[in-house]
């Protein structure tokens, strides 16, 4: 049985508060980039960890009655509001459920239990299950439930957009402490600021360590601090701190200690629940989601189809769909139309303007609204303000949750492979500068791959709008050409909705002339290799006769 994996959820969506812009909103100007980057952070779960078998836990008291009571100030610290006794910002708490909603319809329960926090219950169910459990959290407390007697791992995020996975095995090494249990004692003696927790003052983490490496416990070091034990790691002066601490020490270790007991409600051999399109897509409607739900039901999709409320609906971007004759047997000898193929849109969101220092930031590939794979890449340098500005991610959140280059590239050469192999048109608004950035992203990443040797029959409806209406006024951007057309443009500058625009501008486009429409995919091809030369040609005298002398324009098809 597939591993499940257990999100402590609050932690995780704190962490995108503050690394995802806020200027993500929603249709009511809401922030909504906690709601992103947790979903983010779960597909990319599932596919790490290829397994639907996730369950989102929340905390229903961040302080619980049977914690404070113990020590009052146990995240006393982080109350912002006095009053309410919530520690959660305004601008977050919104958030919460619509977050809820579309964790239901993709068929993640959501696990909390009146009086208690997260914690309390991965670790119940930790301790219930009966397959391998991954706990996703950046909170070091949660690895005190590793022990040799359960497969569980605890995952982190690291810098860079790397996650380290822990085990019991593990923590000698990184901790110096045998076991989880021993880790909350190593806790206890550092003590954590964030939470209230005082520790024993003057004694850090590799003190605790070395204690506990020559005592065995904590029991044993008090008693050996209260005989007057002079080695080990004992002075003197932490002896007496050590004893006038004791108590403290612990309450500590007891306000630590997760509940195994909890009644979450939850057949862990029933997760995942049933994932629902039609009311994820309700769910995700007028809330700026559009990628991240897109990215989400991708990674559910390719886990497992057998998952899907609607089986009969098609992978989304499935390399492998039936050939596409190039013959139509009505008329045999002639070529198909270029529009009787499958037809793919694609857009990458990038750090630049330039082709050849431009990297990746966001990929997609769209067979239409329901049908959509995308990717989230750390591209491995700063983030320029000008172009997060443009497609809202940050330098940061790219790191903490994007793929390597390397594998994103990977990964987009064998769809576009697996593409022309099947004869399918992919269509782009000025694909010219989608495919020249990949062109130089593969020599950087994957120089074994040649890339101009895959790539499918192209249409750029930037180069075909051109030449069908070759004086309208006004700007060619993809806002403006998708206005023209009378094609939705929902979310711009995300891959996946910009992807998905082309495609309907392409067939707005073969409407609006059957010449084009009735191409081959050969002809369409070098029809645009010919119009894309002139266009540059015509701009370039335009500039020229304008005043820049030395103005050259690139009419090179279908890369720069």
């Known amino acids: 049985m597939k591993p499940l994996v257990l999100l402590d959820t609050p932690a995780l969506y ?30 990319q779960m599932i596919r790490r960890f290829d397994t639907d078998r996730v369950v989102a836990t929340m905390d229903a008291d961040w302080r619980p009655a049977f914690r404070t009571a113990i020590m009052p100030e146990y995240k006393a610290n982080r109350i912002r509001d006095e009053e309410a006794g919530t520690e959660i910002p305004a601008e977050l708490a919104g958030q919460l459920p619509i977050l809820n909603r579309v964790l239901t319809a993709a068929g993640i329960p959501i696990a909390e239990v009146d009086g208690t926090e997260a914690d309390d219950v991965i670790a119940t169910m930790a301790a219930q299950s009966r397959t391998p459990v991954v706990i996703v959290s950046p909170d070091r407390d949660l690895l005190a439930l590793l022990d040799s007697s359960a497969q569980i791992s605890v995952l982190r995020p690291r810098k860079g957009g790397q996650w380290e996975a822990l085990t019991q095995a ?18 206890a003696l550092r003590g954590d600021p964030s939470d209230g927790l005082p520790g024993a003052p003057g004694i850090g983490e590799k003190t605790a360590a070395t204690l506990l490496g020559n005592f065995g416990s904590l029991d044993s070091i008090v008693k050996a601090a209260k005989a007057g034990v002079k080695t080990g790691g004992l002075s003197p002066k932490r002896a007496a701190t050590i004893i006038d601490v004791e108590a403290t020490l612990y309450k500590t270790l007891e306000v630590m200690r997760c509940l195994t007991d909890v009644d979450h409600g939850i057949d862990l051999e029933s997760v995942p629940g049933a994932f629902d399109r039609a009311a994820l897509a309700r769910a995700a409607e007028g809330q700026n989601l559009r990628r991240s739900v897109d990215n989400l ?29 190039t013959v139509d047997s009505s ?50 340098i700063e983030i320029p303000e000008a172009a997060r500005a443009v497609h809202g991610i940050t330098t940061e959140y790219a790191q903490a949750n994007g793929a390597e280059a390397r594998q994103g590239v990977t990964e987009l050469c064998e769809i576009f492979s697996a ?55 006004g700007k060619r951007t993809l806002i403006e050409t998708a206005k023209t057309y009378g094609v939705d443009l929902l979310d711009a500058h995300d891959a996946a909705a910009d992807a998905l625009a082309a495609l309907d501008i392409s067939r707005a486009l073969a409407e609006r002339s ?17 119009w894309k030369r002139e266009q540059a040609a015509g701009l370039q005298a335009w500039l020229r006769k304008k005043g820049n002398a030395e103005a050259v324009v690139d009419g090179s098809w279908p890369m720069a």
Do not use: C
């Open 419 to 473: 593409l022309k192999d099947a004869g399918a048109v992919v269509v782009g608004h000025n694909i010219v500068y989608d495919l020249s950035v990949m062109a130089a992203e593969v020599a950087r990443h994957r120089p074994d791959i040649d890339f101009a040797a895959i790539i499918p029959t192209i249409v750029d409806t930037f180069v075909v709008d051109k030449h069908i209406d070759p004086y309208r006024r």
């Open 170 to 187: 593990d923590l000698p090494e990184v901790y110096g402490v045998p076991d989880g249990r021993r880790y909350r004692e190593l806790a």
């Open 514 to 530: 059957t010449e084009i429409a009735a191409l081959s995919k050969a002809e369409i091809m070098a029809a645009q290799a010919d």
């Open 14 to 43: 704190y962490r995108a508060f503050y690394s995802v812009p806020d200027s993500i909103v929603n249709d009511d100007g809401q922030p909504v980039n906690a709601v992103r980057g947790v979903l983010d952070a779960v597909a």
């Open 297 to 325: 039901t991708s990674a559910l999709v390719d886990v497992n189809a057998a998952a899907v409320a609607a089986p009969a609906q098609a992978p989304a971007v499935d390399p492998r769909p039936p050939a596409d004759p």
């Open 331 to 380: 008329a045999p000898g002639h070529a198909r139309p270029w529009t009787a193929s499958r037809l793919v849109g694609f857009d990458l969101e990038t750090t630049g303007v330039e082709p050849e220092t431009a990297r990746i930031v966001t990929a997609a590939f769209v067979d239409s609204a329901t049908e959509v794979r995308t990717w989230l890449v750390d591209p491995g």
